[in-house]
């Protein structure tokens, strides 16, 4: 099966600190991933996606496929960034969206 | 509305009662899907919809689960007889298409008591 995994359930750090959040994915030659992020009390909304290859509120996303992850990271997190974030990927020639369990970031001040 | 909606946004039931969730998607989305969010779990794929079919109904956790789409657009999910461990975030999404953004609607918490 297709699979995604976010090892860690809670990352503390300090505002200023860099940060990387894991993602591991199980091998389908391309995979198409996605970070998505829920801040307190409002919906999951898309973060980024590998195939922009953006940086988004200083967050990017790397695919390495040596290493089958796509890590998140931040150089310097902001009290903002913390939020529970899910790495995400497409189930190969489907349109099935499958997420991790998710990772708590607390950004203390 | 232009986001994705669902409703109701919190229900309590009883245990052992049926109940209908339901999700409009952003007009146009073709592909919309279902997830259940509980502490501890993430995000759960329930099953998803391209237009009306559903080509994936492997994550429904029982019998018990159900969903359907009609006209491409409204989609609702049942849940028959239901449990306490039925109580978590049911989150509805849809999407373009592949490679696209999905948009989360902001969930129906259910409470079985």
């Known amino acids: 099966a297709q699979r995604v995994t976010q090892p ?70 902001q009290e903002e960034d913390s939020a529970m974030y899910y790495c995400a990927r497409k189930v190969y020639n489907t349109d099935k969206l499958i997420f991790g369990t998710g990772t708590r970031l607390q950004v203390f001040p | 509305g232009a986001g994705v909606s669902q409703s109701p946004s919190n229900k309590v039931t009883e245990k052992g009662k049926d109940v209908e969730l339901r999700c409009d998607p952003i007009s146009g989305h073709t592909a919309l899907y279902w997830y259940r ?43 028959q007889r239901t449990q306490q461990e039925d109580s978590a975030v049911y989150l509805c999404a849809s999407s373009v298409g592949p490679l696209t953004e999905a948009f989360f609607g902001q969930g129906t918490r259910l409470t079985v008591v």
């Open chain 2, 37 to 79: 969010q509980s502490l501890g779990q993430g995000l759960e794929f329930l099953i998803y919809f391209q237009g009306n079919s559903a080509p994936d109904k492997s994550g429904l956790p029982s019998d018990r689960f159900s969903a359907e789409r009609t006209g491409g657009s409204v989609s609702t999910l049942t849940i």
């Open chain 1, 8 to 77: 860690e359930k809670l990352l503390s750090v300090f505002k200023g600190a860099p940060v990387e959040l894991k993602c591991n994915y199980s091998y389908s030659g391309s995979p198409e991933l996605f970070w998505y992020v829920q801040y307190s009390r409002q919906r999951l909304q898309l973060l980024l996606r590998h195939i922009s290859r953006e940086s988004i509120k200083g967050f990017t996303a790397d695919l390495n496929k040596g290493e089958t992850s796509f890590h998140l990271k931040k150089p310097f997190a």
